[in-house]
């Protein structure tokens, strides 16, 4: 999958944040500043790249219009109707041909992920659950478990059987994931529930066991 950045020349940095968070879900980002050859002729590498572009994310800000060539990009952005991802870091809003799009405010010093994942669904969720199930796997404590997993969470009603049970693999894998108090007693058990059955013996045996120890157990009946 392949981005085009938008963005005004003052904003290229916080553009290659976001570059960076695409490229940790696997999405190849376009950056004019940084990919375009000296030799090579601007307009028509910008033109050739936006068509290549599945997503299109410009970076607002009050400057961003003030920029011709900014203008441009996000006209034909819209006129291909690839899925567009506004951000702005001032409270910009996207105008012209991208103004039916939400944008959505981000840090300009620190984007996270929850700024783009909901655009990257809208243009291929599984992809998305594909991109985010090795950052869940890499999780290395239970607070990060609990968040990296709290990514995928809206989007598993439209994951694939293969994808539900690549997560419940994950977690027997990693035990700080089925260790991990939210992710035991609230996240996992609705999907051995529901997918339980199709994984490896051995593995749903294991998994079942580590989650054993965080149900709540019934109330007691009075009297007892």
Not at 51 to 71: D, E, M, R, T
Not at 144 to 149: L, M
Request: with cysteine; hydrophobic share 45%.
């Amino acid at each position: 999958m392949l981005a085009f950045m938008s963005y005004q020349a003052a904003n290229r940095a916080v553009a290659g944040r976001v570059s960076d968070l695409l490229a940790s879900l696997g999405i190849q980002a376009f950056m004019a500043h940084e990919h375009i050859e000296v030799s090579v002729q601007w307009r028509d590498e910008i033109l050739r790249q936006i068509g290549l572009a599945n997503l299109f994310v410009p970076i607002l800000s009050q400057s961003y219009y003030a920029s011709i060539w900014c203008k441009q990009e996000s006209g034909i952005a819209a006129f291909r109707r690839i899925t567009v991802i506004p951000l702005s870091i001032d409270g910009s809003t996207p105008q012209g041909a991208i103004s039916n799009f939400q944008s959505t405010i981000i840090d300009p010093n620190a984007p996270v992920y929850a700024n783009i994942l909901p655009g990257l669904a809208l243009n291929d969720v599984n992809f998305l659950i594909s991109a985010l199930t090795p950052i869940i796997a890499r999780s290395g404590n239970f607070r990060s478990a609990e968040s990296n997993f709290d990514l995928v969470v809206p989007y598993l009603p439209r994951a694939t059987d293969q994808q539900i049970v690549g997560l419940l693999n994950v977690a027997q894998r990693n035990d700080q994931i089925s260790n991990a108090g939210r992710c035991a007693v609230h996240l996992l058990p609705p999907l051995m529930a529901s997918h339980g059955h199709l994984l490896d013996p051995q593995v749903r045996a294991s998994l079942q066991e580590t989650l054993a120890r965080y149900q709540i157990p019934p109330p007691r009946p009075a009297g007892f």
